[in-house]
């Protein structure tokens, strides 16, 4: 199984950013999707997940109103669009695959996730 991340780098507060990640190795459409982050000095924390059919998502605080998760499962392809930046969302950006069905997946915990990619860098300037 494997996850490739991709779309981070420098962008200026306020602006967007799309982040994809492209699976391989495992039937993707049948597992819940996420993506967390992680800051210098600072433990991985959850951003959203999305249900093997789309149809459900769930956000952290931090990220409600500004990111939209979402996966094509032909493509074997999960997305994180980021909307108004801020340089508090710096951070690595890892996309992960929970084998739990979404009803009993503990989505906002990274143990949960069975397989991780690699991470993308994302940084915002003020």
């Known amino acids: 199984v494997q996850l490739q991340a991709s779309g981070g780098g420098l962008v200026q507060a306020g602006d967007s950013l799309r982040l994809s990640c492209v699976a391989s190795g495992l039937s993707f459409s049948t597992y819940t999707a996420g993506w967390f982050r992680q800051a210098p000095g600072r433990e991985r924390e959850f951003v959203a997940a999305?249900?093997?059919?789309?149809?459900?998502?769930t956000y952290a605080d931090s990220g409600k109103g500004r990111f939209t998760i979402s996966r094509n499962n032909p493509k074997k392809t999960m997305y994180l669009q980021m909307s108004r930046v801020k340089p508090e969302d710096t951070a690595v950006y890892f996309c992960a695959i929970d084998g739990e069905i979404w009803e009993k997946a503990n989505k906002q915990q990274p143990q949960s996730y069975d397989y991780w990619g690699q991470g993308t860098l994302v940084t915002v300037s003020s």
């Open positions: 999305i249900k093997w059919s789309g149809s459900s998502t």
